[in-house]
């Protein structure tokens, strides 16, 4: 079992690292982030992913279970596949596997299944944006 303090304080840093990781990534890139339709798009995932690392430090099981249906509904959506590669899809499995892992322990007032869920969920944002980069380098 983790302590409260203990899970919150490993959220934040996989936060940090994911923000961060988002954040500098290719900066010789022609366009800038939270520019373009694209960008706008996948800016809509922060919100959700934001109110469940809440929702997991209050134990609100309600609010992590309707935030993780709207990040579900987010992957589903035809701007979410923007790339049509096995690799983007693969990646994009992978991620909604999380997203159920997390749904479902919410359901079930798991708090610690929750949190890794949310845990395993921020591995595939940094894992997916990885790979897209991987040309660029
Ligand atoms: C299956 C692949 C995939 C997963 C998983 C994924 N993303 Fe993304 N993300 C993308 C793509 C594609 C872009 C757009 C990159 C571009 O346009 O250069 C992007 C861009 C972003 C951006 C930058 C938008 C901008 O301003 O340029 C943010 C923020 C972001 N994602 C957050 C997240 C978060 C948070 C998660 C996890 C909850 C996540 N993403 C998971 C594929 C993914």
Known sequence: MFTRTTII????????IAAGYIATSNPS?????????RATFMRLKLQPVKDILEAIALEDFDR??????RIHLLSLDESWM???TDEYRRQSDEFRRSVAVMSKAAKDKNIDGATLGYMQMTLNCVRC????RIPEQ
């Open 82 to 84: 923007v790339i049509q």
């Open 64 to 69: 992590i279970t309707a935030s993780a249906e």
């Open 129 to 132: 944006h990885r790979q897209l």
């Open 29 to 37: 890139d022609a366009q800038q982030p939270g520019t373009g339709q």
């Open 9 to 16: 304080t490993i959220m934040l840093l996989t936060a940090i």
